[in-house]
């Protein structure tokens, strides 16, 4: 079961909001290093945590299980890809 579950509704479609999501990914990639490689409208998130972010029609979804370590800046991290969401969607 995943430790980070963020979803967040859209009406921008599914390309616009797959393009926001890599541009928000990108940013991620060079403030906290996150890695990974997107299939098809699916984001797999393999280090500096596991999971995924996927696009839908309607939908932005992150899905993060965290490593032991990781689970005490839960709330944190939680915040912050809110914000990017947020920011990403708006």
Known sequence: MADINIARKHTLGKEEAKKRANDMLEKMKDKVGIKGTWSGDTFNVTDPVKGTFVVTDSEMRCELTLSFLMKAMKG??????????DKALS
């Open 76 to 85: 944190t991290i939680e915040q912050k890809i809110s914000e990017a969401f």
